[in-house]
């Protein structure tokens, strides 16, 4: 499947073409309900695309703003693709909200992680880790799920085509342990692996750069193939949905902040350089943790 054309992006944009095509009838949502008869707030839901519409319902609705013939058809249709699962519909228990969802649909993804590799880029024994140590209360079938998850989620960075993917860390991800040197070494050396690939890109943020943009929190931008369908930053806001923003200020804010981090990272190649190094430190350790001790040594 082509990048942009699954089941999230295109009930965003059935919701977007909703909402313009009331407005444009002069009609409130208020209004739409009374009409439709149903709740305003469904109709709410259906603009703002937390829910999904029926093809009977949107033709409903089109026929109230006007919208017959061909214009319609195609957004019937529009409908109908809308309401058809993606393979993360098999992770319902681990996802919420629509965030895997639209990461599928994108052709670019500009992420910042000040504290952990981020989730594209994590190795099994590093996502186990850090899942086990943001919900200790769960189960180790489900902590094993959900990395099942996140792997599934990697195979972006390798479909046809693949999604361009921009990650800027700060260096304190490079050291900080998680779990062993032995699990840090091997995750390190993956970010050098992946960062080989021509569709992805790895900067570090150094200690030396001192403030920056992204000391905020981490966020990700996520961009489409489409005009019709704007980017979209996702925000972690330590909450089980997340924010996302779609206002056109907010967006900028977030991809100026990104370009400052660019900048102030090391380039690409330094970068690469600088995690190789840490990762040749991390399996030292682990190579010495590993070597057998002489428990009774011949004086």
Known sequence: MARGQGPTVRRRRLASELRRLREAADLTIDEVGEKLECSASKVSRIETGHVGVTPRDARDMLALYGITGDEQEALVQLAREARKRGWWHAYNEVFTGTFVGLEADASSLRAFQ????????????????????LRPDAEESETRRRVAARMARQQLLTDDPPVEYWAVIDEAVLHRVVDSPEVMAEQLYRITAMAEKPNVTVQVVPFGAGAHPGMEGPFLIMGFPEQADPDVVYVDDSTSSGLYLEQPDDVRRYALMFDHLRAAALKPDDSVALITDAAGRFAEQAAAVQEPRNTNPRQ
């Open 114 to 133: 000040a504290l952990l590799v981020p989730g594209l880029l994590q190795t099994e024994r590093y996502a186990f880790s850090v899942i086990r140590a």
